[in-house]
């Protein structure tokens, strides 16, 4: 009997042009030297967020993940029609009875004054949408003590709201937490351990950043033309060239997550492989619109571990004759894919494919698709048969 599914590995090939959709604190092209070369780099927290977005609207679920509960759950209680006054001390108190340690909002050009019931946690709650309701409603039938409660106004004040009840709520999951994992220490039991791991996405050859010198027009200078310059210079970091993207997900963890539901999996996880292909962030993307589809997608399931393929390109990809990274590259990872499943064998590997704009047949990468979504159909009836298949 064959080992069951235990990852699905999907590697992403992608020409993007002149971008910048990852910047670091000085607004410069984040970068990294590997293989003795400065590669363009993008954090896997912009893009694994830019899959996120597209993967809530995917599954039709959302997650909201803030140091504001307290506020949103305030905006709520004014959609009611609560006096605003009482809807901010009932956000206060929700906020404070998170069981996070919190400080209070300071007031605007005054860093010494605070505002009374603008609770801030000190960690970032990350709950579903739905959570924001569920509050509101916790408040709704507490409504009579909160209008006799005093204001939050410092953090040692406690809430007249149940504790017990605001954490319950903030334990709360969905398909997008079951996915991608929740950090919250501060909660009993709040912590869910991810079952996507999402490396950073780099370019596949060497890259130089390019410094873009512009400048604005005033509109009205340049009518009247009675002055010379123009109303504003500035200059920008951008950078182009092909990314090779990887990310797994570890099914076993996915299961325990959403209480062994193969349905709920299959869902989840068609979301996610889509997403993964499809997204991407969305820095200076006004000044860019650097809208590219992926060149190659190949997905594999294994029973036995991950395997990235990002070593294929520790030797960086050089252009082919006639220019261009993207062929280099497809050609370079079939080679690195055949050489690393021949080393380890194919025992584990249940089920492999690609799809993609290549013309040549990548045999290395397994069953050529002439669509990502047959790729991904085809990869999860592997990974996850029915009961009527399996």
């Given at each position: 009997m ?28 984040k ?6 070369t400065l ?5 896997s ?16 679920e959302?997650?909201?993940r ?6 949103r759950?305030t ?12 809807a ?9 009875a ?43 039938q ?45 909660i ?24 873009d010198?512009?400048?604005a ?8 033309n ?6 504003h210079m500035?200059?920008?970091e ?10 797994t ?5 996915l ?9 709920a999996?299959?869902e ?12 991407l962030p969305?820095a ?5 619109a ?5 060149d ?7 029973a036995d571990?991950?395997l ?27 080679a ?37 979504d047959?790729?991904?159909t ?6 996850l048969?029915?009961?009527?298949t399996?």
């Amino acid at each position: 009997m064959p080992a069951p599914a235990r990852f699905i590995d999907i590697h992403v090939l992608q020409s993007v042009p002149f971008a910048n959709l990852n910047r670091d604190d000085t607004n410069s092209v984040k970068t990294v030297l590997y293989g003795n070369t400065l590669r363009t780099r993008v954090s896997s927290q912009s893009w694994k967020r830019a899959v996120r977005n597209v993967f809530e609207d995917h599954i039709g679920e959302a997650a909201l993940r803030t140091r504001r509960i307290g506020e949103r759950v305030t905006r709520e209680l004014e959609h009611r029609d609560w006096p605003t006054p009482l809807a901010q001390r009932a956000g206060g108190h929700v906020a404070a009875a998170s069981g996070i340690k919190f400080e209070l909002a300071k007031t605007p050009g005054d860093a010494k004054q605070t505002i009374p019931n603008k609770v801030l946690t000190n960690a970032l709650v990350y709950v579903p949408e739905s959570a924001v309701t569920e509050l509101a409603d916790l408040a709704e039938q507490h409504r009579d003590v909160l209008e006799q409660a005093k204001d939050i106004k410092k953090p040692a004040d406690k809430s007249i709201l149940p504790t017990t009840e605001v954490e319950s709520v903030l334990r709360a999951r969905n398909g997008v937490i079951n996915l991608f994992g929740r950090m919250l220490a501060e909660i009993d039991d709040a912590g869910v351990d991810g079952a996507v791991q999402v490396a950073h996405a780099m370019t596949t050859h060497e890259t130089d950043v390019e410094l873009d010198y512009f400048s604005a027009v005033d509109d009205i200078t340049a009518l009247w033309n009675d002055a010379s310059g123009s109303g504003h210079m500035g200059h920008a970091e951008f950078s182009a060239g092909t990314f090779y993207r990887y990310a797994t997900l570890d099914l076993r963890d996915l299961m325990d997550n959403i209480g062994g539901d193969p349905a709920a999996a299959r869902e989840l996880s068609t979301a996610f492989l889509t997403s993964f292909i499809t997204s991407l962030p969305q820095a200076k993307k006004n000044s860019t619109a650097p809208h590219t589809i992926p060149d190659l997608v190949h997905v594999s399931v294994r029973a036995d571990r991950p395997l990235s393929y990002a070593a294929a390109f520790e030797k960086p990809v050089r252009a082919g004759r006639d220019g261009g990274f993207a062929d280099a590259s497809r050609t370079q990872l079939a080679a690195y894919a055949h050489a690393a499943n021949t080393l380890l064998g194919t025992r584990s590997v249940i089920a492999s494919g690609w799809a993609g704009l290549d013309t040549d047949d990548l045999t290395a990468l397994g069953t050529r698709h002439d669509s990502f979504d047959g790729l991904i159909t085809t990869a999860l009836h592997a990974a996850l048969p029915t009961e009527a298949t399996a």
